[in-house]
């Protein structure tokens, strides 16, 4: 069974960082990854992306701020925040397209909470 369990959200006040992780358990074979997020009473939104070899991509308004990376080892993903601001506020979830057992799925973790203070 794949899962992927986020972490490192919080409360933080406007200009600081964060560091979200996303740990994938098992053993298999983790392709594309993302981060999504959802601010309240909005549709979720691709934040940024990054292929197994470590191409990026990111959404224009997180550009300079947000920085993607990975550990193919640890199977593990993480999104590097810094100079938070007040609307970045939302729930952050990490996506994946997992090969396991022959077959690639996409899976999603169960969120972290990121509340920026003005």
């Known amino acids: 069974q794949v899962q992927l369990v986020e972490s490192g959200g919080g409360l933080v006040q406007a200009g600081g960082s964060l560091r979200l992780s996303c740990a994938a358990s098992?053993?298999?074979?983790?392709?594309?990854m993302g981060w999504y997020r959802q601010a309240p009473g909005k549709q979720r939104e691709l934040v940024a992306t990054?292929?197994?070899?470590?191409?990026?991509n990111y959404v224009e308004s997180v550009k300079g701020r947000f920085t993607i990376s990975r550990d193919n080892a640890k199977n593990t993903g993480y999104l590097q925040i810094n100079s938070l601001k007040p609307e970045d506020t939302a729930v952050y979830y990490c996506?994946?397209?997992?090969?396991?057992?022959?077959?690639?799925?996409?899976?999603w973790g169960q969120g972290t909470q990121v509340t920026v203070s003005a």
């Open positions: 098992g053993t298999f074979f983790i392709m594309n």
């Open positions: 990054i292929t197994r070899t470590g191409s990026t």
């Open positions: 996506n994946a397209d997992v090969s396991y057992g022959g077959v690639v799925r996409n899976y």
